[in-house]
């Protein structure tokens, strides 16, 4: 199953949109279970205004190619090390 990271407060949101009207114990007790959620382990990444891409790897990762890819298509490229 390919891991998939949400923004905490869409979830929130999510959920307290399908309930809006009929709040419950169970409703708070989800969201309280939101809140209490560690956050996940995901690879920080910027793109700056001019197209840089900057990712932090942890430190002594040894990255040799890095494949960037479009979302939702197969365009992108492929870039090694120097």
Do not use: W
Not at 42 to 67: A, H, M, Q
């Amino acid at each position: 199953m390919k891991d998939e990271y949400i923004r905490r407060e869409d979830a929130k949101d999510a959920l307290q949109e399908k309930v809006f009207h009929n709040p419950t114990d169970e409703f708070y007790g989800a969201m309280q279970v939101l809140d209490e959620l560690e956050p996940a382990d995901v690879v920080p990444y910027s793109i700056e205004p001019d197209g840089t891409l900057t990712v932090t790897v942890p430190k002594c990762t040894k990255v040799g190619r890095v494949l960037v890819q479009e979302d939702g298509t197969h365009c992108g490229g492929l870039y090694y090390a120097d």
